[in-house]
């Protein structure tokens, strides 16, 4: 089972930044995107953002277009998603998945348990 270890949250002011990371315990060619999440208490985990692992493709959720970007390191199988410009409504905890396509991670289609996730509070 891939462990999947999300890291980088914290409380910030509105209109600062955060860069969480994401470590998947392995790596598979099944699994050749990884994506971003979030989930507020009562909501439903919603798509946040994914990345291609050997082209370096993204795609974002329109609420965060140009706000946050994903990026990769392949030698240490991490991925990144970088914010900027943060504001209350992106409190949340933010999770890690994988996924086979760009299209199955924006249904959350994906490929492994969910990780604990790491908070992110936004303060106004």
């Known amino acids: 089972q891939v462990q999947l270890i999300e890291s980088g949250g914290g409380l910030v002011q509105a209109g600062g930044s955060l860069r969480l990371s994401c470590a998947p315990s392995e790596r598979s060619f099944s699994w050749p995107v990884m994506g971003w999440f979030r989930q507020t208490p009562g909501k439903e985990r919603e798509f946040v953002a994914a990345?291609?692992?050997?082209?370096?493709?993204?795609t974002v959720a329109d609420s965060v277009k140009e706000r946050f970007t994903m990026s990769k390191d392949n030698a240490k199988n991490t991925v990144f998603l970088q914010m900027k410009n943060l504001k209350p409504e992106d409190t949340a905890v933010y999770y890690c998945?994988?996924?086979?396509?760009?299209?199955?991670?924006?249904?959350?289609?994906?490929?492994?348990?969910w990780g604990q996730g790491t908070q992110v509070t936004i303060s106004s």
């Open positions: 990345i291609s692992w050997s082209g370096g493709s993204t």
């Open positions: 998945n994988m996924g086979s396509s760009f299209w199955a991670i924006r249904l959350s289609r994906v490929l492994s348990s």
